[in-house]
């Protein structure tokens, strides 16, 4: 259930939320086992957000050492899943084929089903119809899907989406004061550029429903280029393959600045994207997936903040710098999909500026 669909938001709520509602009915709350062995997660299939579930996957692996854990996810987060550590094992499934996703959860024969994911009602469908022996999950203002959870946490846009998936655990576990860090597995050798000594990394592309307001005008990532370029600097634009109608003219006009630039598509999903981000002196990026895994890693980066709001979503890691426009506006995305008759320019209130001072700061 991709968030930025909105025919599958719309399937999702006006068919999801009486199913969901009408099977809820029957269920009845039962309390936490006193044992076990087998526990399944699940969260949204945002990249981002699954980067972000890292560091509370950890903790349940702290709290249950014994425990098998599998990670329940989709193709769409498949790239982020594989390179978080803390399951034994992952399963993915189809969000939008019921009957093969419900009986493949069934066949987990889990004692516990954490679901991470905050608005969607099939989520919240296949904890109820999944066999689990306890499930918890999110109560979130307006989303209609709480009612079949043995445990609900209240899911709240005051907080960023990281200590809401702590909330979660928390209640799951109380009492628990672990509170692990985002993580992923770094694999030696896969350093794309290993032998540029200083390369900088942008990636301008946001993805999903209209990505194109979370993107910063060319002309501004051309001045900043030239703003923070050394003698020396090799400027590498990631994108996916989808991308590269876009990457290979932004790259042009790059070099045509007299600059060094070169177009980079990982091969194999986020395992050499994230060398390279660690690899680069800075990465400067729109508020999506791709700045998430910077961050998580470790590598500096700045993130681009204009209809995202920081405090819901802006970068987490120890070299992080967010930017957002200095007029105070735009931060109004919570879930991800509430563009309403938001202003359309106000990533562009961002300014060449206020981006170099951040990269300098990490630079």
């Known amino acids: ?3 930025g669909s909105k025919l599958n938001r719309l399937m999702d709520y006006w068919l999801g ?10 269920h009845r709350k039962r309390a936490h086992p006193a044992q076990i062995a087998r526990i399944g997660v699940l969260c949204s299939p945002a990249l981002g957000d699954t980067l972000l579930f890292s560091g509370p996957l950890q903790d349940v692996r702290k709290a249950f050492p014994g425990a098998h854990i599998t990670h329940i996810c989709m193709k769409q987060n498949l790239a982020a899943a594989e390179i978080i550590p803390g399951a034994d094992a992952r399963v993915v499934i189809s969000l939008t084929s019921p009957s093969a996703t419900a009986a493949a959860i069934r066949a987990l024969k889990l004692d516990v089903l954490l679901d991470f994911s905050s608005w969607q009602r099939l989520t919240a469908f296949y904890a109820l119809m999944s066999g689990a022996k306890f499930t918890a999950g999110f109560r979130t203002r307006g989303m209609h899907r709480s009612r079949g959870y043995d445990m609900v946490v209240e899911h709240t846009n005051t907080r960023h989406e990281l200590e809401n998936f702590r909330a979660l655990l928390a209640a799951f576990l109380p009492g628990m004061t672990a509170q692990s860090e985002p993580a992923v597995k770094v694999e030696a050798g896969l350093t794309p550029f290993a032998d540029q000594a200083d390369v900088v990394v942008f990636h301008p ?8 307001l979370r993107e910063w005008a060319e002309a501004s990532w051309l001045a900043l280029a030239q703003e923070i370029a ?10 996916a393959p989808a991308d590269m109608p876009r990457v290979t003219p932004f790259v042009a006009a790059l070099r045509g600045a007299g600059l060094r630039a070169e177009a980079y598509v990982s091969p194999d999903g986020f395992r050499s994207l994230t060398a390279l981000l660690l690899h680069a002196k800075l990465t400067v990026s729109v508020n999506t997936g791709v700045m998430h895994l910077a961050a998580v890693a470790g590598a500096p980066v700045v993130s681009l903040n204009g209809p995202t709001a920081e405090h819901r979503w802006g970068a987490r890691g120890a070299h992080v710098r967010n930017v957002q426009p200095a007029d105070g506006s735009g931060g109004y995305l919570h879930l991800g999909f509430e563009f309403g008759n938001q202003p359309a320019d106000i990533i562009d209130r961002i300014t060449v500026a206020q981006v170099v001072a951040a990269a300098k700061e990490l630079r």
Do not use: E, I, K, Y
């Open 1 to 3: 259930m991709r968030r």
């Open 17 to 26: 939320t009486p199913l969901l509602n009408l099977l809820a009915r029957f």
């Open 205 to 212: 592309w946001a993805s999903g429903q209209n990505s194109h």
């Open 230 to 239: 050394g003698p020396q600097t090799l400027f590498v634009v990631t994108g």
